[in-house]
């Protein structure tokens, strides 16, 4: 049986100098190898419980443990594990993709080999060899979206945290993006994923979790969830579980 | 070892290619340091070189108005166009209004009258006071020496005025002196003093010998270079506020921070590497300026600039370099956007300067600043370079000046660690 790639148990979580709590008592797990979708309307503290499994926020109760190995408690040491493609583009719009690959490399631990060789496949693979030596801030946003997902994965991570990755970019870019995802899964890398784009969610995961309110309201492969619920799409699943209302919180 | 190095690559590559941020960087001080060293070279060769446009009228037409007026024309401060004694205040005034002159002397009319007669009173009432009798034949008038009056453009600063003032009453000295003198000699021996005696009594004043303290012995006397180009480097190196700070700010809010958070690497690398690089950046900073002192000045007429011990030079750069790029990283982890690091990074560089003595000198701060004053790494950074640039010091003689400095930047440096603790940074 696989090990938990993520487990959370019994977690709280309370903003600063705000008294209602984002999360109590939330347990989720994702197990290794999973493509795992995390939905919820706006608000629903999809970011927030993501920052906490990647120890960008510092969780009151309960525990979040990345492979067994507890987050709260080896903060530096466990961020080799895994990988992170936030929403936002992460990265230094004055260098060049293999610059910013360099400079992200190292920090994340590689040496001067690797990090060259890891630059070379991944701008291959990414379709950036072209423009490898041009800044980043004249590239078009599909190309930044996969200049932003080749520094997540330099490092080879176990899990690969994903926020979005394929926001406002053009067909060609997502298909390059969510080919090289399975690719990424298929080699063992267990994924992440939060996004507004259901038609590309029901492609990429086979398991997901509804997150509302700060609560998991389903949890389940796909299909048994579209079983359950006598859905045909996730669109549907999501609908039904969330309601209609606009959640602009 | 190699995550450092990789940051500083960074970091420079980051720099270079931020252009606009390298002329704030290097022209800044350049300008600020030739400006105001030629500006204040200008002031003190407008005082010293016959340049300052004066009108004289002299409605006197005595022997004591023209001694008045050979007087001042031997100051050597200025350049005097004389006008007809007809020339009315107006007149005089409507000149100067259009500028051809910033300074007017008015001698009125019964000058030499009245100078003659108090030198009479004051010299029978000298001989009584010794017990000797005076030419009683003498006849005085009693009523008071009519003031010379010194018009001025309101363009004339304080300071300048008073220099001026300070030039006329010399000379109106000179002209009394001799008055009383020769009236003294007529009293005693009833004839006039020759010529030979009245220029031996009057031309006998004693020199002033002017000798700048220096550590090293040297009488160089310091130029307006040795002031100005140690003063406005120590200024530009605390304004990489503007460009450092800003880096610090950009790098929190566009998201690089986020994924740096995320990876297994300390944020105090990156700190670190900030101080080296931007060390280096001050460093440089200060060898262009102090090289375009040493050779370019003195072709654009400006006064060379004499480079002092360069130990001494070397640690008090480095150690007001680090100073200067300690503070700008502190602005850059507290301020919230690149606006508020602009603005309280410029806002408080200036005003550490004004009370650090880079506006004002030290010596003439009111005394509830000279506390102040000492808070100001500014005033230590300037306090050190002026004790080797125009004390001619040694490294140990400004010791005293660089361990304060290391104090504020410790202290900069862990309100830094603090700010990037608080705000969940490190």
């Not at chain 1, 926020?57 to 979040?64: D, E, R």
């Not at chain 2, 012995?217 to 990489?240: D, E, K, Y």
Request: glycine share 8%; charged share 20%.
């Amino acid at each position: 049986m696989n090990q938990a790639a993520v487990r959370i148990s019994s977690l709280g979580f309370t903003y600063p100098r705000q008294q209602a709590a984002c999360f109590s008592n939330l347990n989720l797990e994702v197990t290794q190898g999973e493509r795992f979708g995390l939905f919820g309307p706006n608000g629903a503290g999809k970011t927030t419980l993501m920052n906490c499994m990647t120890g960008l926020l510092n969780y009151q109760q309960g525990s979040v443990q990345l492979l067994g190995h507890e987050i709260a408690h080896h903060k530096k040491s466990i961020n080799r594990l895994f990988g992170f493609v936030p929403q936002d583009f992460s990265f230094y719009q004055e260098l060049s993709p293999a610059e910013n690959l360099a400079f992200f490399g190292a920090w994340a631990g590689l040496g001067k080999s690797e990090i060259k060789t890891k630059t070379d496949e991944l701008l291959e693979i990414l379709g950036l060899t072209d423009v490898r030596k041009k800044k980043v801030q004249e590239f078009s946003g599909g190309m930044k979206r996969r200049v932003n997902l080749a520094i997540g994965v330099i490092h080879n991570p176990q899990i690969l945290f994903l926020d979005e990755p394929t926001v406002g970019v053009d067909v060609h870019s997502r298909h390059a993006i969510i080919h090289y995802l399975k690719q990424l899964n298929e080699n063992g890398t267990t994924l992440i994923y939060t996004s507004h784009q259901l038609s590309e969610a029901e492609d990429l995961c086979n398991k997901v979790a509804l997150i509302d309110d700060g609560r998991i309201i389903a949890h389940d492969t796909l299909e048994q969830l579209m079983f359950d619920h006598k859905e045909d799409g996730l669109e549907g699943l999501f609908i039904n579980l969330t309601g209609k209302s606009f959640r602009d919180s | 070892m190699f995550k450092l190095w990789s940051t500083i690559l960074k970091d420079i590559r980051i720099l270079t290619r931020d252009k606009l941020g390298l002329i704030f960087m290097f022209v800044m001080p350049i300008v600020l340091a030739v400006v105001i060293t030629a500006v204040q070279n200008s002031t003190f060769e407008m005082l010293n070189t016959n340049t300052v446009p004066m009108i004289l009228c002299n409605r006197d037409t005595g022997e004591a108005g023209k001694q008045l007026e050979a007087a001042i024309t031997k100051a050597g401060m200025f350049r005097i166009q004389t006008v007809t004694p007809d020339q009315t205040d107006e007149a005089i005034s409507g000149r100067m209004h259009t500028k051809d002159a910033v300074i007017a002397i008015i001698i009125p009319a019964d000058f030499t009258k009245k100078i003659k007669s108090k030198s009479d009173e004051i010299a029978v009432k000298a001989l009584k006071n010794f017990g000797m009798q005076a030419n009683d034949g003498v006849k005085t008038d009693s009523g008071s020496v009519q003031p010379i009056t010194m018009l001025y453009h309101p363009v004339l600063q304080e300071t300048f005025r008073r220099s001026i003032q300070g030039a006329l009453r010399s000379a109106l000295q000179v002209v009394q002196n001799k008055e009383v003198l020769k009236s003294l000699y007529f009293n005693l021996n009833e004839k006039a003093m020759p010529d030979s005696m009245e220029k031996e009594l009057i031309g006998s004043q004693v020199a002033i010998n002017e000798i700048p303290v220096s550590r090293s012995g040297s009488r160089n006397i310091p130029n307006a270079s040795q002031h100005n180009v140690p003063a406005w480097t120590v200024f530009a190196m605390f304004f990489i506020v503007i460009s450092l700070g800003g880096s610090v700010v950009r790098e929190k809010l566009n998201g690089s921070f986020v994924r740096l958070k995320t990876l297994p690497t300390n944020y105090l690398v990156s700190v670190l590497s900030k101080q080296l690089t931007y060390l280096f950046v001050t460093v440089t900073q200060a060898a262009v300026v102090f090289s375009l002192g040493i050779w370019l000045f003195p072709s654009m007429g400006l006064p060379r600039l004499a480079l002092p011990d360069l130990a001494g030079v070397t640690v008090v750069t480095l150690v007001c370099g680090w100073c200067a790029v300690s503070y700008a990283i502190m602005i850059g982890v507290f301020a919230k956007t690149q606006e508020q690091s602009n603005g309280i990074g410029a806002v408080s560089i200036v005003l550490m300067a004004a009370v650090g003595g880079l506006l004002v000198p030290s010596f003439a701060m009111p005394q509830s600043f000279q506390f102040v004053m000492k808070l100001s790494p500014l005033h230590w950074c300037l306090e050190a370079y002026y004790g080797l640039f125009l004390e001619g010091g040694k490294l140990k003689d400004v010791a005293m000046n660089i361990l304060p400095l290391l104090g504020i930047t410790l202290v900069i440096q862990l309100i830094t660690l603090y700010g990037l603790r608080r705000k969940n940074l490190i």
